[in-house]
Nanobody, 116 residues
Framework: QVQLVESGGGLVQPGGSLRLSCAASGFTFSSYTMNWYRQAPGKERELVATITTTGGRTNYADSVKGRFTISRDNAKNTVYLQMNSLKSEDPSVYYC?????????WGQGTQVTVSS
């Protein structure tokens, strides 16, 4: 059974940091490109960050470049999103996804709220 379980979301003040984690099971994690998406109410879903199978390449949305860092630990079947300098436009539900050929798995999401 494929599972992607996100954690680490919560409430943070503007300028603060959060680290999201996504624990994967039920598939060969090291073969999958991993992504973080986000979606806020009334807004389109946005691809935030991508990391290749070995972690050798990463890519970021312009809106988070320089503030967010995606990483993975294939030994732990886990992908992370370190979010620094959080802004008022960052609050969303953040989703972890795994992609390989025709396979595309999604987690349930974790809520990030930025408020003073």
């Amino acid at each position: 059974q494929v599972q992607l379980v996100e954690s680490g979301g919560g409430l943070v003040q503007p300028g603060g940091s959060l680290r999201l984690s996504c624990a994967a099971s039920g598939f060969t994690f090291s073969s999958y490109t991993m992504n973080w998406y986000r979606q806020a109410p009334g807004k389109e879903r946005e691809l935030v960050a991508t990391i290749t199978t070995t972690g050798g390449r990463t890519n970021y949305a312009d809106s988070v470049k320089g503030r967010f860092t995606i990483s993975r630990d294939n030994a732990k079947n886990t992908v992370y999103l370190q979010m620094n300098s959080l802004k008022s436009e960052d609050p969303s539900v953040y989703y972890c996804t795994a992609r390989y050929q025709r396979y595309d798995y999604w987690g349930q999401g974790t809520q990030v709220t930025v408020s003073s």
